[in-house]
């Protein structure tokens, strides 16, 4: 298992918990706004940390963290990865892992092996513009509804969300994404913020009123919409 970064507490990454983020390398998206870019283009050039290591780290905070947040890249697509969460399922922690939803089989098997107690899913944008927001000609959409349909129907605790950029949705994304996710339990609006490891650099937020009228339309239909990364 390729480890990337540790994040040793968050208060964020995991809701309701004290928490240890990982990251994992390598991505079948591309996205543009991605700030992970590193781990996406180039995780073979970044420095690893060994296994053992984060292993050892885990069992020590055992008592003061709460859970451990599986992020990257896309974790699906690690070799390994239902080894190592194994191995953390061992320590006594619940995992929530972070999906762009294209490998809904490893995440049911993952979920029904009882390795992940919470799953973590970004909407890009609605179907029609999902090509913009990942930076594929034809993504994968009938995976992802998969995905999206298992978490719906499902046991496992979720939530969905949408990192907002100005210059690449619009109103119509999340009218659409609305009836998408209709009765979803939790849905966020993340409000873009740049940095240097964007993939793509030159992208800005919607303002905060803007925001909240997005999170209007949403409440429409989905119960709980909430904003996050607004001042």
Known sequence: MKIYGLNKTTLLDYPGKVAATIFLGGCNFRCPFCHNSSLVLRPADQPAIPGEEVMSFLKKRRGILEGVCVTGGEPTLSPGLEDFLKDIHKLGYPVKLDTNGTNP??????????????????????????????????????????????????????????TVVKELHTEKDFIEIGQWLKGAKAYYLQAYKDSEEVLQPGFSSYSSEDLRHFQDILRRTIPLVELRGID
């Open 105 to 162: 089989e490893v995440l049911k098997s993952l979920a029904e092996k009882g390795l992940i107690h919470m799953a973590a899913v970004d909407i890009k944008a609605c179907p029609e513009n999902y090509s913009a927001l990942c930076g594929l000609p034809a993504p994968d959409l009938d995976s992802i509804r998969e995905t999206v349909d298992f978490l719906l129907k499902g046991n496992l605790d979720y939530e969905f969300r949408t």
